[in-house]
Each structure stands twice: as structure tokens, then as C-alpha cells.
């Protein structure tokens, strides 16, 4: 098998003022091969964000198995989670999180200031090459559009050369435009074998994808294949480019 | 490595965010440079008592004439140490050098038209050991001039300075009250008196003149200084001259002693008390300075954890361990609170510089002042900047970052 994320009947249960309970996910169990680009979609309050958050090892499970890697996650202390968080996941996130006064170069060169590697500003500086904005390495966000921040937010998630990018609605603040590029550069590391996890509420985001899950209620209400993902790139060539809003 | 990123990290948080960087400052700077003055003003002003205690002689007991409390040398008035009395202090084991001397107090001095008023003593040969002080141009006061009773005079570099400016002094003749004396000699320079006034406005004559010419005061001794052969026995011959004394003046047990006896430890004790007061308030406001500036910075710290939440939350998404978002915080309290130590210290110094010019007193900026005002910042940096810092780590990364 060849599975890089498997859950075995995953629960997450938050209780809120001591009594009510919420189940946010319920015997979720799932297989996302290494190279897949998976969608998960649901409805705000679905739950969907909780399944990435636990995938992302930023939270644990209440009950139920994650396997990383055939690794156990839930035998790991928090600092064995922070280093595979730093290893072996990208996060992107929908509100970018990018630092303010803080350049292009140095918000991607983040992560590596808690690995070991040493040639940070020229790995930092590869990572802004593939998503094209190697001419804006020394903007700062305020300086930079939406769609060329969340492109810095994804070069940050690559630097560390991780096996999953996990996105969180990464093209909700952006327009049609900027939220396609996006999607073309998740389509792109795809290609080149990242296993890119999707979270979104939209159908036709989820559609780039070759696979689509679907959340209702902390639970998974549908499995299927994408028979034929829509190309990012080739609906780009299709808007006029001043629809992007420059700031 | 990292460590070293971090910190760079640190500084520059600090540059992008220059006022409240300032104002998280401002109290460990006020706290630092008054820390530095005090330091500098107390090690100058020891360095003064210090130089005091050498000219007094830290071998020295002076007898002065008289009871009471501690002050000025005693004036022939009131002498009523004997010949006896120095004969019997003599004896005494360990003792050195017993020398007599007569002491008056701003006598009028005339040379031609020129007028001032000098100390003026009587001595013996002996005074010059006892004070390590002789003349250093011309005669000391020698044998001879005691026993003839010669009118002849040593001045002091003040006398000499008010008196005839750049004329050579030696040979000359002034006027001491009524007294006419010849010039022999110019005192060893000295600066200030163990009682702190002028030691060099001082004219130095034959003990037998003094006595029976000029103070009449043939009975009776003003003043001796007591050489010991080590400054450890001074406590115990002080004790002993003191018995010596009470029994030579037949002083019944009750009555107080009427005369004194002073050594450098008393000196010391006279000199520190006047400033420990001060000394005691400045370090109180050099504290609370500390403490008040810890707080603001660590009240600034925490405001900035919360409006930082999501820089924490994305940093530990990232791969950042809690002991590393910890360190993060550590380091940039510890950035202020040293870079507030080195400006501290810089604005002491120009305080102390400042008040070097305005009051004339004598200030020592040490090494160890440097080391103080950095190990102050250090800790106040680690004891204020560890609770936010806390703080920042236990952060939950899901709740930071929605």
C-alpha cells in the first residue's frame, strides 16, 4: 500500500462550558494515496476544517487512529508533531497569515528557521521561483496583491521540500483570477508528485482536483474520482487579465 | 545556529516597532544610568575618603585636647595633655612615635602688605616621621631651633601663594600675630586635613617658640599624634593610651573623658555617614525604576502576545516548537531590556560627567559598573519577559489562527 495518510474511524469531540458537546468529526476513516490531489468539500460547520487540522497534526483526534506515513500520530509528544508539521507538511491558508512588515523572502524563509537546514534565503528564493514572483522578493504584503500573497503563502508551504500541501479555502479572499492561479500552482506541484489536499466549499474549486470527499455533519457523506479535473491554466488563457485588482 | 536566528529575528521585531521598542525602554534606561551614578558617585566619593585616611595615616591615633564629640583639631586654649601624659603614652608597647604639637586656628599672618590667616603649629623635630611630611624647599623645624627657641617658620603652599605669589619666600620675615619669624623652609604639599579643610594654609614653628613666644601655653600640650607599628594594634592602643590618660587626669569612673582620641576608623565612620542617605534613596529610585520598567515591559509584552496570536499560531504550524516560540519571546524582552542596559549606562555616564562639572565632586566609572548594569538588565529581561513568553507558548495553534 502505498497510503501517506490513513484514518481509522476518527472522532473529535469539543465540549463547550463543561456539559454540551459538539462532535465536529465522526468516524471518519480515510486513505489518500502519496501523489493524490484531493478535495475535500462540505459546508461551513462541517467539520471539514477539523479534518485538516488533524491531518495537519496541528490538533489531535479524540478517538480513532491517524496513520502518517504508517507512522501512529497519536503515540507522538507535541514536539514530534511540530517537527513533522516542519518536515512533511505545507500549510496554506485562506487569510494567507503572511507577517506584516515583513518582506516576501523572509515570511517564506520562515519554516527553515526551525529545521536545520543552513542555505535558508537561497531555498527561500527557489520556493518564490516556482510560483513566479521572483521579482517580488523583497515586496512586503501591503505591497503585494492578493492572489501574489497567497502565492508567497505557498511558497512558504514548499520550502521545506514537504511530501502534503494542505490549503484551507486558499482562494476565499481572491478573485476568479488570482483564486485560478492559485489553483494552477497547486495543479502544477501536483504534477510534479506533492500530495496537495484542498480544503474548499465551492464545487467548481473542488472540481481541479482528481478526487473529491465530502463532509456533511463530521461525517464523510461521498468518495469519488474526478473524471476530468479542469485545467487551472487553460481557464486562465479564457478571463481578461485586468480582472486582477492590484492594491 | 537557530539561536543565532532567532535572535536576529528578535532585533528586528524591535526595529519594526521603534516607539513601543522605546517606550519598553525608557524605564530600564532611567533604572541603569541612575544605577551608574550612584555606582560612580559612591566609588569616587571612596576613593576621596580613601585619600583621606592616607593623609590622616592608617597607622595614626591622634590625642586632642579636651572631650566631646569628634570635630577639628584641638586650639592650645583648651590643651590639657602633660609632659607626662606623652612620657607614659611613650611606653606603651607597640607606640612608634609620640610627637607634640600646639595648635591656633586662623591666626593673622602679614608679610609686608600682604595679609591672610593660616593654622599655625608648634612641633617637634619628630612631626615631619609622624606626618611623612617635611619641607620641600629650605629646613624643617630641627633640634636646634627647639631648644633655642628660634623664631623661625615652615610654611605651607597656601601661605606661600597668598603671601608672595612667585617671590622665594625663604629668608623672609613675617608677622605671626605680633611676632616677627623668619621664613626657613616650604611644607611638603599635602591638599586636605583628616577634618577636610585646607591642609596647606598651615604654618609650621618650634614647639618651645609656640608654647612659651607666641600661644602662652608653657604647661600644657594641645595636641600628639601617635604612630603604632601596625595598623591592626590600633584598636587595642587606643584603648591603652586612653586608661593612661584617665588615670593621669584622675578622672573618677563616671566622668567623661576629657580628651579624645581619633584613627582612621572613626574617619571612616564620620565621612560615610553624611552620604549613606543619599547612596540609600538613589538605589531606591534606581530599583523601583527597574521593577516599574520590568512591569511596563512585561504588561507591553503581553498585549503583544495577543495582538500577535496569529504570527504565533502560523509559526508553530510552521514547525515551531512551544521551547522555541518561548525562546522567541525571552529574546526579545531580553533585546530590550540590554539594549535599554547599554543606553542606561551611556546616559549615566553623561549624568556622571554632567555632575563631575556642576558639584566639583570626584566620580569613578568601573567595569564593574558595566557588568552590574548589564547583569540588572539581563535579569530584569528574564524575570518580566518569561510570563508573556509562557504565554506565547502554550498557545493553542487551531485557536491562534482562527
Redo the contacts between chains.
Sequence with gaps: MNNIIQTKAITKIYSKDGNITVKALQDISLEIEKGEFVAIMGASGSGKSTLM?II?C??RPTGGEYFLEGENVNNLS??DL??I???KIG?V?Q?F?L?P??DALENVE??L????R?D?SKLAQKALEIVGLADRIHHYPAELSGGQQQRVAIA?ALV?NPEIILADEPTGNLDSRAGLEVISVFQQLHAEGKTVILVTHAQEIAEHADRIIRIKDGKITGDERVRNPLNAREELQNIPEETEVTQ | ??IF??TT?AFKGLG?NKMRSFLMMVGIIIGIATLIVILSVTQGANKKIMARINNFGPNAIMVHSGGGKMRGPSSVSEANLTQQDLHDISSIDGVKIVTPFQVKLNMPIKYQSQFTSATVMGVMPDWADAWKRGASKGNFVGTEDVELLKKVCVIGQTVKKELFADINPIGAKLLIGKVKFKVQGILQKRGASPGGSDFDNLIIIPFSTASRRLMNQPKYIAMMRVIVDDPSHLKVISRQIGQVLRHNHHLASQEEDDFRLTSSTQIIKMIKGVSNTLHIFLLLISGLSLIIGGIVIMNIMLISVSERK??I????????????ILLQFVLESLVVTLSGGILGFIVGILGVKIMELLTNTPAVVSWEAFVLAFGFSFIVGIVFGVQPARKAARLD??EA?R
Design positions: 487540522n495537519g496541528l490538533n507535541d514536539d511540530a517537527r508539521r516542519n518536515s500549510f491558508f487569510q497569515h507577517l512588515r515583513t520562515l519554516p528557521l526551525y529545521s536545520d543552513s535558508i512558504r521545506n | 545556529m537557530k536566528r532567532l529575528n519594526k496569529k504570527e499560531g502560523l509559526r508553530k504550524a510552521v514547525g515551531a516548537r512551544s521551547k522555541e495553534p487551531v489562527l
